[in-house]
């Protein structure tokens, strides 16, 4: 029977990254209430219209002319800008004493301080990143054959590729330690059977996601392969920017490495 898996808690990373949102706001914050003027604003009625008064010490203040309703805003976004600070003071207080007791409560440590003998035994539901990737790379697949004539080119990690393009991702790949197949065989909705150039796999969130490179962007024909290759892309479920990222080159603009490891960064890391 197929093991029912949990999806990857991500609630631990998403709490770190708001308490850095807030402190970062905070800090903001922090730095312009001390340029604003001291002293505070008190608002009144005269004959039904609305008077300002700048407090320094004790009410009820020095009367703000009309000609200076800035000074006004200014001691108004002051007050307002204190109490969305306690706010947030009160926020991250209680995001890390989440943070602290949530992670107490990891399903992970179950399966991992089980004894060898008792995990061959066991289907866990929840398991670490490491043993994912393990078990990820330890499937064996068949790709495409290489031709006697083809270019020898191999990857810091020796794994053979058929151009120096594809060599430049697959080293960013392994230099960055994201887990890939290289034109592995995937079965699309038809039935039929393709082999992308890379599926990659994002370890924070266990996704795998096609990575093709179009390298001979000049030919018209190749041009117009690969527009019938993303729209088959597109029919078997494949977005865009989710679950497909691409690059491409011509002889005038050849592959960036900076492009490369901007892609890299932004969908598998």
């Excluded at 996601?209 to 024909?221: A, K, S």
Aim: hydrophobic share 40%; proline share 4%.
């Amino acid at each position: 029977m197929a093991t029912l898996r949990l999806s990857v808690d991500s609630i631990v990373p998403m709490v770190r990254k708001r308490i850095a949102e807030l402190t970062r706001f905070a800090n903001h914050l922090g730095m312009l209430i001390k340029k604003y003027p001291a002293g505070t604003l008190r608002i009144s009625q005269s004959n039904g219209a609305v008077q300002y008064y700048h407090v320094k010490t004790v009410a009820p203040g020095d009367y703000i002319p009309k000609n200076d309703l800035e000074l006004a805003k200014s001691l108004a976004q002051k007050k307002y800008d204190e109490k969305v600070l306690k706010w947030i003071s009160k926020q991250v207080n209680l995001l890390k004493t989440f943070e602290r007791r949530y992670g107490k409560l990891d399903l992970i440590p179950l399966f991992n301080t089980a004894s060898d003998d008792r995990k061959v035994l066991i289907e866990p539901h929840a398991v670490s990143d490491a043993y994912f990737v393990g078990q990820w790379n330890a499937v064996e697949y068949g790709g495409l054959d290489f031709k006697e004539d083809d270019s020898e080119l191999y990857t810091s990690k020796n794994v053979r590729v058929r151009s120096k393009s594809e060599a430049i991702i697959a080293d960013v790949l392994e230099r960055f330690e994201i887990p890939f197949r290289y034109e592995f065989p995937l079965q699309l909705k038809n039935g039929v059977c393709i082999h992308p150039d890379f599926v990659c796999l994002n370890v924070q969130t266990r996704k795998e996601i096609v990575w093709e490179h179009f390298g001979l962007m000049d030919d018209l024909d190749y041009v117009g392969n690969v527009i019938l290759k993303m729209r088959t892309y597109e029919k078997n479920g494949f977005i865009m920017g989710d679950n497909l990222i691409f690059t491409m080159e011509n002889k005038r603009m050849p592959l960036s490495l900076h492009e490369v490891e901007k892609l890299a960064k932004a969908h598998l890391l």
